[in-house]
């Protein structure tokens, strides 16, 4: 069974940091992009950032850029988002996706797996 498994959430003050890891399992995404997405309570889930299979680009969010970093691990875990100067309204259910198109994709439909999700709470 194909699984992705996202840790690293949990409840930190503005200005915080935290690095979300995604653990894979059934398979290797290797030749895959990654992405993370993030949906707060009423909101449709949005992008965040996304790497490509090999690491060589990236692309963020316009509310993340120059605070977040997505890069790629190992097998077991082949994706991270570091999180820097966190804000109330980065508040959301993280999570990260898998896409066998190993570009840098944006759209939620474009991915083919997905992880449960993580809690981040950004508040004093």
């Known amino acids: 069974q194909v699984q992705l498994v996202e840790s690293g959430g949990g409840l930190v003050q503005p200005g915080g940091s935290l690095r979300l890891s995604c653990a894979a399992s059934?398979?290797?995404?290797?030749?895959?992009?990654m992405g993370w997405f993030r949906q707060a309570p009423g909101k449709e889930r949005e992008f965040v950032a996304a790497i490509t299979w090999s690491g060589g680009s990236t692309f963020y969010a316009d509310s993340v850029k120059g605070r977040f970093t997505v890069s790629r691990g190992n097998a077991k875990n082949p994706v991270y988002l570091q999180m820097n100067s966190l804000k109330p309204d980065d508040t959301a259910v993280y999570y990260c996706a898998a896409a066998r198109n190993g570009r840098v994709l944006s759209v939620p439909t474009q991915y083919d797996y997905w992880g449960q999700g993580t809690q981040v709470t950004v508040s004093s």
């Open positions: 059934g398979r290797t995404f290797s030749s895959y992009a």
